[in-house]
């Protein structure tokens, strides 16, 4: 959090700086129309001309794991058609590094490969943290260190941001649940489902659903008292904490937005799914490079797009499959790979 408070603070600096030093020359306002014809009367050959540009707009791009069974080059790809359709933020819904692992050297690897991917982004990157990426203590640590806080939020144009932890559990539950996945892991690799599947790990709500916990529920009902008047809410999770009955910490959130307009993005189980609960739209995405079920013909990657307007979110899934350059390609060489499992068998979930 005081990583991107201070980066926040130089980005608001800076400005200021610039105004100080020109506040003695006049201001440049354009006389020249936004939009110019040569109709003076009559007939054109357009709908009409009320431009769909209005000052508070804003399209944010969503991506979902990309691991979990990373296959080689999805990423970047997506990072690439990021360039194309040039949003003003990208947000992440969790699993971005393989990770679990308590060896700080191989995570440090992974964190520094993802982070010189998302580089290449034009946009600022906001991460989101999933089992993959906080699974046991060290890994918390690496995360602190490098990126502060596990849960956050921001304001955008009037709308409000709230990223959640999905893994916030005790450090005794969190040692526990991290063993079993270990070893489930260590079965599962061996090319072992059923057999891993009837292990500890998988009979584990924390797998399903995962869990936030009292500290981080009341950080988040603060922020949202203090944003009594914004225009939408966004939550982004990793794991569907939404769906366990017994969660009342998550609970209270949702009550605490009983009164507000708001939307909610999670990732986990790399297939796209939707829901509408409370009257509101809960959505569950696919895969942005991750591990898929091939016999799953919702698992596939894709790209969110939300567009912000003064009628509410308008919500698009692209998939990279779909996504072409101008020469008519999928761009960084994509044309040559599989985006759905379920039409190619590419891909393992793990």
């Given at each position: 959090?005081?990583?991107?408070?201070?980066?926040?603070?130089?980005?608001?600096?800076?400005?200021?700086?610039?105004?100080?030093?020109?506040?003695?020359?006049?201001?440049?306002?354009?006389?020249?129309?936004?939009?110019?014809?040569?109709?003076?009367?009559?007939?054109?050959?357009?709908?009409?001309?009320?431009?769909?540009?209005?000052?508070?707009?804003?399209?944010?791009?969503?991506?979902?794991?990309?691991?979990?069974?990373?296959?080689?080059?999805?990423?970047?790809?997506?990072?690439?058609?990021?360039?194309?359709?040039?949003?003003?933020?990208?947000?992440?819904?969790?699993?971005?590094?393989?990770?679990?692992?308590?060896?700080?050297?191989?995570?440090?690897?992974?964190?520094?490969?993802?982070?010189?991917?998302?580089?290449?982004?034009?946009?600022?990157?906001?991460?989101?943290?999933?089992?993959?990426?906080?699974?046991?203590?060290?890994?918390?640590?690496?995360?602190a260190e490098r990126y502060g806080s596990r849960y956050y939020h921001f304001v955008y144009?009037?709308?409000?941001?709230?990223?959640?932890?999905?893994?916030?559990?005790?450090?005794?539950?969190?040692?526990?649940?991290?063993?079993?996945?270990?070893?489930?892991?260590?079965?599962?690799?061996?090319?072992?489902?059923?057999?891993?599947?009837?292990?500890?790990?998988?009979?584990m709500p924390e797998r399903v659903t995962g869990e936030i916990g009292p500290d981080q529920?009341?950080?988040?009902?603060?922020?949202?008292?203090?944003?009594?008047?914004?225009?939408?809410?966004?939550?982004?999770?990793?794991?569907?904490?939404?769906?366990?009955?017994?969660?009342?910490?998550?609970?209270?959130?949702?009550?605490?937005?009983?009164?507000?307009?708001?939307?909610?993005?999670?990732?986990?189980?790399?297939?796209?799914?939707?829901?509408?609960?409370?009257?509101?739209?809960?959505?569950?995405?696919?895969?942005?490079?991750?591990?898929?079920?091939?016999?799953?013909?919702?698992?596939?990657?894709?790209?969110?797009?939300?567009?912000?307007?003064d009628d509410g979110p308008s919500i698009g899934h692209l998939k990279l499959e779909g996504?072409?350059?101008?020469?008519?390609?999928?761009?960084?060489?994509?044309?040559?790979?599989?985006?759905?499992?379920?039409?190619?068998?590419?891909?393992?979930?793990?």
């Amino acid at each position: 959090m005081a990583r991107t408070l201070s980066l926040i603070g130089k980005l608001v600096l800076i400005p200021a700086i610039v105004v100080l030093a020109r506040c003695s020359d006049p201001p440049a306002v354009s006389s020249v129309p936004a939009f110019q014809h040569a109709f003076a009367t009559g007939a054109t050959p357009w709908s009409h001309d009320r431009f769909d540009d209005a000052e508070d707009k804003f399209t944010f791009a969503i991506f979902s794991d990309l691991n979990g069974g990373e296959r080689e080059g999805v990423f970047e790809i997506a990072v690439a058609q990021w360039s194309l359709l040039r949003p003003a933020l990208i947000i992440s819904v969790g699993d971005l590094i393989d990770g679990g692992s308590e060896d700080r050297g191989k995570l440090g690897r992974e964190w520094d490969s993802f982070d010189a991917r998302v580089l290449q982004a034009h946009a600022p990157v906001f991460y989101v943290g999933g089992n993959h990426d906080l699974t046991n203590q060290t890994m918390r640590e690496v995360w602190a260190e490098r990126y502060g806080s596990r849960y956050y939020h921001f304001v955008y144009k009037n709308v409000l941001f709230l990223v959640l932890d999905t893994e916030d559990y005790i450090d005794e539950r969190m040692r526990e649940i991290y063993l079993a996945r270990a070893a489930a892991l260590e079965v599962l690799d061996g090319d072992q489902p059923e057999r891993a599947r009837q292990m500890e790990y998988f009979q584990m709500p924390e797998r399903v659903t995962g869990e936030i916990g009292p500290d981080q529920s009341n950080y988040f009902l603060e922020v949202i008292a203090d944003h009594p008047e914004v225009r939408w809410t966004m939550l982004f999770m990793h794991k569907p904490v939404w769906q366990r009955e017994d969660e009342p910490e998550f609970s209270a959130i949702e009550s605490a937005l009983a009164d507000r307009p708001y939307t909610v993005f999670n990732g986990h189980f790399h297939r796209y799914s939707y829901t509408v609960k409370n009257g509101r739209d809960y959505i569950m995405l696919g895969t942005t490079g991750g591990g898929q079920n091939a016999g799953n013909d919702r698992s596939f990657d894709h790209l969110t797009l939300v567009t912000m307007t003064d009628d509410g979110p308008s919500i698009g899934h692209l998939k990279l499959e779909g996504i072409l350059d101008k020469t008519g390609h999928v761009p960084a060489g994509g044309d040559s790979l599989c985006f759905q499992a379920s039409r190619c068998g590419a891909g393992t979930l793990r």
